[in-house]
């Protein structure tokens, strides 16, 4: 998942119900620690086998534990403002560090834990402003961070940079992508960002005059070229505002949150790849929808199932609504809500999606540790229930204003944490339970022979603090 959040103030492309600004007015809500700072897990040695081996299908009904907080370091830096995570690797994006150029940081996942293995920054050295770090994405040895602020030649168009590890970590490698001849005053582009292997889709929703457009870029090889362009069809519509790529890059789907005549009812549009070039598949909708529902403010899709959010649903409570493709046609099963919902949760703001594990974000949820909650579906057959409800660790954090979903493991961005405000934070969740691996397999050989050697049971004591581990 890559979506735009709230559009930032040195953008004058005013779509989102509140701004960077409004979050750094320090008017936060209280709220007491849920998260316990230690426990005990006991596992199976057959488990382990597992978590050795990198076992990343997650069981059905089990339960995400908090594996790391990745504190940021610099205060007023947005840090966890974007995420994104792919297998053992993880991205963060800090808007406003690196002297308001802003910056990604890169974590890899050992061990030893989460550690950080790379800082990010534009480039051709950047300016203030650039908004670097606004989207990010990661698949494979590609990281692609958007700048939405970057000025090409004179007015905020935007940039996205691309980085790729060729064994010995993350370099720039060019061009820098941009929105070419079509370039205009607060296109936005790099606002959004989906990446799967050597294919990209990236948004600039504000597009001539706000009606928005989305690019395919592709890497044959010899470096990103762009593939094509879709348009959006209704003025102010803001389409690319939200992008997303399924794992096999064969299906996208792109959100404009703000059509129908300007109401912000929503929808979003899927095109599928077929010899090189894209057509529209569907347009998907809320059948319930209302204005102000904001339904594709974010989206996610993997396989034949996308999620789409619509956080202004119900006076704000929010909603994400489900679709299943079966013969080329998507069809909606119903939207899904919190067990809490309450007015002004913002719930569906970010969402992501892998296998039949979805996360989404409510990043204005009042409560004890608010504002902000994240909260994990899971799919039995065609039937989505709500498995869990996680929280940050401290008030104040805006905790779920981005998520990523990789595999088993969640990511959720907390830009306003930190003792000084808007530093922000990262959480990463995993499940206890994996889904066991096929008998005979090395994963299960492993674990016997620690049950043998007398680990029948195996007790593992995590302590959880302001640094990764």
């Keep these: 998942m890559a979506h735009a959040p709230h559009m930032d103030r040195a953008l004058t492309i005013l779509i989102a119900s509140a701004s960077i600004s ?18 005990k897990l006991i596992v199976l040695g057959v488990a382990v086998g597992a978590i050795l081996g990198g076992a990343e299908a997650r069981a059905s009904g089990a339960t995400a534990v908090l594996q790391a907080r990745i504190p940021g370091q610099t205060a007023d830096a947005y840090f966890g403002y974007s ?15 690196n ?8 974590f890899s996942r050992g061990g030893s834990g989460w550690t950080l293995t790379q800082e990010l920054t534009p480039s051709d050295g950047g300016a203030d402003g650039a908004l670097f770090g606004y989207a990010v994405a990661v698949s494979g040895n590609t990281v ?3 700048a939405p602020g970057v000025t090409t030649p004179s007015a905020a168009n935007g940039s996205v940079y691309v980085y790729s590890n060729s064994g010995t970590g993350f370099s720039a490698v060019g061009p820098i992508l941009t929105g070419g001849s079509n370039a205009q005053p607060n296109d936005c582009f790099g606002c959004a960002i989906a990446l799967r292997s050597n294919l990209a889709l990236i ?4 597009s001539f005059g706000n009606m928005g457009q989305a690019s395919v870029f592709s890497n044959g090889g010899s470096g990103w070229t762009l593939q094509q362009s879709f348009l959006g069809s209704a ?5 690319g505002f939200s992008v997303a790529l399924s794992s096999d890059a064969s299906t996208a789907l792109i959100g404009a949150f703000a059509v129908d005549n300007s109401t912000n009812t929503g929808r979003a549009y899927a095109y599928v790849a077929a010899g090189g070039s894209w057509t529209e598949q569907g347009i998907l909708s809320a059948s319930d929808g209302q204005p102000g529902d904001n339904f594709g403010y974010a989206l996610a899709v993997d396989g034949n199932t996308a999620i789409v959010g619509a956080y202004g649903r119900a006076n704000r409570t929010g909603a994400a609504y489900i679709f299943e493709r079966s013969g080329g046609v998507w069809a909606s099963q119903g939207p899904l809500v919190a067990a809490d919902a309450a007015q002004g949760d913002y719930f569906g703001w970010s969402v992501a999606i892998s296998g039949t594990t979805a996360v989404i974000g409510a990043s204005e949820k009042t409560g004890s540790t608010g504002p902000g909650a994240a909260y994990v579906f899971a799919a039995n057959g065609a039937v989505w229930s709500q ?8 008030s104040g954090e805006y905790f779920g204003y981005a998520v990523a979903q990789g595999g088993a493991t ?3 961005g907390a830009f306003g944490a930190g003792s000084t405000p808007d530093t922000g934070a990262a959480y990463v969740f995993a499940p206890v339970a994996t889904a066991a691996p096929a008998a005979g397999s090395p994963l299960v050989l492993v674990g016997l022979a620690l049950m043998l050697i007398g680990a029948g049971l195996v007790s593992v004591r995590i302590r959880f603090g302001e640094n990764a581990s």
């Design 410 to 412: 969640s990511v959720i």
């Design 235 to 239: 003025a102010a519509g803001y389409f």
């Design 99 to 106: 002297s308001n150029k802003g910056a990604a940081y890169v």
């Design 203 to 206: 948004g600039a929703p504000g």
């Design 387 to 394: 498995q869990q409800e996680l929280f940050a660790q401290n």
């Design 144 to 146: 692609m961070v958007g």
């Design 22 to 39: 409004q979050h750094a007015t320090g008017q936060r809500t209280g709220r007491e620690i849920l998260m316990r700072n230690d426990f």
């Design 83 to 97: 995420v994104a995570v792919d297998g053992n690797t993880a991205v963060i994006g800090s808007i406003t560090d």
